[in-house]
Every structure is written in structure tokens, then in C-alpha cells.
């Protein structure tokens, strides 16, 4: 989990703003 989850943070900030970016971390994190 933790490697997915530095490799959705390096992801999403570039994809989407830092609020949208924080929202879709929490939702992948529920995912996993």
C-alpha cells in the first residue's frame, strides 16, 4: 500500500489541483 500510495501522490498533482489530488488519493486509498 504504501508504494501505491507514493505513486498516486507523485501522479495526481500533475493530473489534477491539490484539492482534487487530495479527494482522489483518500478515494484510491479506500479502493485499496
Do not use: C, N, Y
Not at 501522479?11 to 486509498?29: H, N, T, W, Y
Request: proline share 9%.
Amino acid at each position: 500500500p504504501v508504494s501505491i500510495h507514493a505513486v498516486v501522490e507523485l501522479v495526481e498533482p500533475k493530473k489534477l489541483p491539490r484539492s482534487e489530488g487530495k479527494a482522489q488519493r483518500i478515494i484510491d486509498m479506500r479502493k485499496i
